[in-house]
């Protein structure tokens, strides 16, 4: 940086006031910008109306519901199973990862526990459903940013995950494989050793992702400093998952909570930053993404033989009661309340999911910013639109 | 299997700022701590209880305390980690559920059957709706579960919004959803919905149209093949109970 | 192509089948996904591996109006109809739809919701129709393959004279 005269910094301010005094005299008023629910940079059909002085943004509101399918009341006419159909489509990136918490909940209603191995075939799927989706989100982000390559990376190295979860569940990203007591098969012959290899490729792909963006000049001054959430706001909002590991709280479920999944076997560690703004959350993703690559193969490595199934009953009923279990989702917090009244089918189940709370924060997060910071910090949030709208 | 009915957002015997939590005995100090200072803070406010042990507690409250609540929770108890808030409607179905679900069998011609009676879940109850909301001490791993009666025919609860502001939008589906009005939120708009949309769509009075014009067929074991002339192959309609459904865990 | 030359059928056949030909093979497909078969889509046109601009589909445009083509993916609610009605009319003719997956064929896995559109297809004309929930990117690809030769064998002048489409 050439060293800046006194006269020049003055005539720079200058300039700035006279822009904001024409503003003053012109009395321009705000004008209303409507982002969506088709555009590029929206994640699916979100729709933001924000309402502009100049480049800044005056009110943000996002509008929700173009993707609302009205879960809470379909769960109520379909049988236990046939929820598990449907709802792992709800965060339709993070395939196994939707199912897993309700499974769960259904399974403490019912006072079973999976076999020790079905729990770690669950686990695995989480993490590579966890891999799946947050390569996405950094192959995303860059191209939020303008960056088109890391994209095109981002497509070629999610095949090999996707292939590894299609061979066990014979479903790319909708597995439907998860089954109340168990999971529904056991992995085909040599999937163990594809899978270690694909883990290989897609720590090549992080390390890609580390050369080719985080050390870019022009993606930290994107995004360092932009967004940044205070951690009491963040705990206020419900911000979950890696957002709120952001901004410096050390939380994660996998290993605060004890659901049934065999987290506790394998040795991994929580990664926060302290920052809180768009770079923490890309490096929060990038680290994790990682440490779930280590976890998978610390667990194919210590996986042992075993049934997959417990023994349940061929219909199932759930007795009555209330139960709610929460997951560490590759999107934040994933949580079923169900309210069983022991029919066939759920009395009432609450789905909480993490894209819901981590938006909610934008009319309060989006004050105050350029609108290119719209873009990248909607991209650093990281929703996905059938999370939040159910 | 006494202690692995339930779990709340961390399970663990990790020490309480209240008393040392035993991990397997049926006395769960964390949580009865838990409800004596809620108690101690809210007087007549805390209705009920339920705790199952080394998992989960259920407290439910009144109306007037709602508001109350909120703040002890977060302020008293830590509790300063948003979950969610939402409703639940206690009233059975008048089209019953499930795959004998009536809707399908009355358009089949089959009596209506009798609904059965009106029951409430963990904590209790005495309305047909209820508001529930969850919060989280981040710090000490615990969760507690709120539950407070809304009201029968307007419901309507104070807002948690100036306590958490996270409640927002929560509010706002869930009056959408159940109809419930939330006093003193700045502004109950339509979130899901399209703005002229007509009714509480989870209320368990509104109907899924598309189920009475083309009811579900039942739990059908091999499908027919599209374009089959055979009458008999087609298992729609209510004569073949559930009961005689032979793999409800395969997609159906 | 004006003076009339199409509409009245003075355009030899071999000439119209010839630009026919070269219409199907450079096709700009609208970006636009809405729901979990935005990811097959994306995996079809933004992978390397199911490639889709070797068949001459270009995935570039992000407006309306620029693309030929528009492959609804994902459920279409109710709410969002009316964008998908006024985004494909600012389409400019001839343009094509392509309905990916069984949310928006039929209305899918959420057919009893209370605010799912039962199939896209109530809202604008669909050509091709691809299933699956959600289909592989190779079955997108075959439903390109399969709207290729539907434009293939289109009549030019019912087209350009705004009849209703016949394929012979």
């Known amino acids: 940086m050439t060293a800046i005269s006194d006269r020049q910094k003055l005539a720079y301010v200058a300039a700035q006031a006279s822009d904001a005094r024409v503003n003053l005299e012109l009395e321009t008023e705000g004008m209303i910008l409507n982002i969506g629910p088709q555009h590029p940079a929206t994640h699916g059909t979100l729709r933001i109306v924000a309402k502009l002085d100049g480049e800044q943004v005056i009110h943000a509101e996002p509008m929700m519901g173009y993707m609302h399918r009205g879960y809470e009341k379909l769960t109520e006419v379909r049988t236990y199973p046939q929820v598990t159909t449907l709802i792992n489509r709800i965060d339709w990136v993070g395939s196994f990862a939707n199912e897993v918490p309700f499974i769960l909940a259904a399974e403490q209603l019912m006072g079973i526990e999976a076999p020790l191995r079905a729990q770690y075939i669950r686990t695995i799927l989480f993490e590579m459903g966890r891999i799946a989706n947050i390569i996405l989100f950094l192959g995303d982000m860059a191209v939020q940013l303008g960056a088109l390559t890391p994209i095109f990376y981002a497509f070629r190295d999610r095949e090999y995950v996707l292939n590894q979860i299609e061979a066990v569940t014979g479903g790319r990203f909708h597995p439907n494989f998860d089954r109340i007591g168990g999971v529904k098969d056991d992995f085909p012959k040599g999937w163990i050793e594809d899978s270690l290899s694909a883990m290989v490729k897609v720590r090549e792909f992080c390390d890609q992702m580390e050369d080719l963006l985080m050390g870019s000049e022009i993606f930290q001054a994107r995004t360092r400093g932009v967004g940044v959430i205070p951690p009491d706001v963040a705990q206020q909002f419900g911000l979950s998952g890696a957002n709120a590991r952001a901004s410096g709280i050390d939380w994660d479920l996998r290993r605060d909570s004890n659901v049934g999944l065999v987290y506790g076997d394998a040795d991994w560690k929580v990664w926060t930053h302290p920052d809180g703004d768009s770079f923490a959350r890309f490096w929060v993703r990038l680290q994790e993404t990682r440490e779930a690559t280590s976890i998978v193969d610390q667990l194919l490595g210590s996986i042992k033989g075993g049934p997959i199934m417990a023994k349940v009953p061929r219909i199932i009923k759930v007795p009555e009661g209330e139960a709610y279990v929460a997951t560490e989702n590759p999107l934040g917090e994933m949580g079923y309340y169900i309210v069983s009244k022991g029919d066939l089918t759920p009395f009432r189940v609450k789905i909480r999911t993490a894209s819901f709370n981590n938006v909610s924060i934008t009319p309060w997060l989006l004050r105050g910013v350029y609108v290119p910071d719209i873009v990248t910090i909607l991209g650093s949030l990281y929703f996905i639109l059938g999370d939040i709208d159910r | 299997m006494s202690s692995s009915e339930d779990t709340t957002i961390p399970v663990s015997e990790s020490p309480a700022a209240d008393a040392p939590s035993e991990p397997a005995a049926p006395v769960d100090d964390l949580r009865e701590g838990l409800v004596e200072r809620l108690t101690e803070l809210l007087g007549d406010g805390v209705v009920d209880h339920h705790i199952i042990p080394g998992k989960d507690v259920w407290i439910r409250v009144t109306a007037d305390a709602w508001q109350h609540t909120a703040e002890s929770v977060r302020y008293t108890l830590g509790c300063r980690y948003f979950g969610f808030l939402s409703a639940i409607d206690w009233m059975p179905s008048p089209w019953g559920r499930g795959m004998e679900a009536e809707v399908d069998t009355i358009v089949h011609g089959k009596e209506a059957k009798e609904l059965p009676a009106q029951t409430t879940g963990y904590a209790g109850g005495d309305t047909r709706f209820q508001v529930f909301a969850r919060v989280a001490n981040i710090k000490d791993h615990f969760g507690i579960t709120l539950k407070v009666d809304a009201g029968d025919e307007t419901p309507s609860v104070p807002t948690w919004t100036k306590v958490f502001a996270g409640a927002d939008w929560h509010e706002r589906e869930t009056w959408e959803m159940y109809g419930i009005d939330f006093v003193g939120h700045p502004f109950l708009r339509h979130i899901y919905l399209p703005g002229d949309f007509e009714g509480n769509p989870c209320r368990k009075d509104f109907p899924l149209l598309a189920r009475f014009v083309k009811p579900w067929p039942g739990i059908v074991d091999v499908e027919p093949l599209p374009g089959s002339d055979e009458p008999g192959s087609d298992t729609a309609g209510s004569d073949e109970p559930a009961a005689d459904a032979s793999a409800p865990e395969e997609t159906a | ?168």
């Open chain 3, 1 to 168: 192509m004006g003076l009339g030359l199409v509409e009245s059928g003075k355009m030899p056949k071999p000439l119209t089948k010839l630009l026919s030909i070269s219409r199907s093979y450079s096709m700009w497909v609208y970006q636009w996904g809405l729901a979990c078969c935005a990811l097959e889509m994306g995996a079809a046109f933004g992978s390397p591996r199911y490639d889709v601009m070797r068949l001459g589909v270009i995935p570039f445009p992000a407006s309306p109006r620029q693309a030929d083509l528009v492959v609804i993916s994902g459920t279409v609610t109710d709410k969002m109809a009316p964008a998908i009605r006024r985004l494909y009319e600012q389409m400019p003719d001839p343009k094509y739809v392509i309905s990916m997956g069984s949310c928006a064929n039929c209305g899918g896995p959420y057919w009893d919701s209370y605010s799912v559109t039962k199939g896209v297809d109530q809202i604008i004309p669909v050509d091709v129709y691809v299933p699956g929930c959600p289909p592989r990117p190779e079955a997108l690809l075959e439903g390109v393959v399969l709207l290729q030769q539907r434009i293939k064998d289109e009549d030019m002048q019912s087209r350009w004279r705004g009849e209703p489409i016949v394929v012979q």
